[in-house]
Nanobody, 126 residues
Framework: QVHLVESGGGSVQAGRSLRLSCTAA????????MGWFRQASGKEREVVAT????????YYADSVKGRFTISRHNAENSLYLQMNSLNADDTAMYYC???????????????????WGQGTQVTVSS
């Protein structure tokens, strides 16, 4: 099993940046699709970005495209999300997730991901 721990959330003003990190323990993430998801208060969990096992292919939700960048460092068993030009709509709990069954095609559906972190809160004030 993969144990995931997110960090880097916080409260920022609109237009600023944050970098989220996700560190894995107990198992490697190197052969797994990884994703960032978020859930705003009163809303369903939604995909933010995904990245294939080797980091060659990424996907971004339209709402974050051009502002967020997902990356991974397999040797350090870590996943990252660089978030620039944040706005109030980005306020949510952010989760990293691992799909052990996929490497080169990453699902955009949260149900495909077996392992989840506890989440890190991002709050953007306008």
């Amino acid at each position: 099993q993969v144990h995931l721990v997110e960090s880097g959330g916080g409260s920022v003003q609109a237009g600023r940046s944050l970098r989220l990190s996700c560190t894995a323990a107990r198992d490697t993430i190197s052969r797994k699709c990884m994703g960032w998801f978020r859930q705003a208060s009163g809303k369903e969990r939604e995909v933010v970005a995904t990245i294939t096992s080797a980091g060659l292919t990424t996907y971004y939700a339209d709402s974050v495209k051009g502002r967020f960048t997902i990356s991974r460092h397999n040797a350090e068993n870590s996943l990252y999300l660089q978030m620039n030009s944040l706005n109030a709509d980005d306020t949510a709990m952010y989760y990293c997730a691992a799909d052990p069954d996929s490497q080169i095609y990453c699902s955009k559906t949260s149900g495909a991901y077996d392992y989840w972190g506890q989440g890190t809160q991002v709050t953007v004030s306008s």
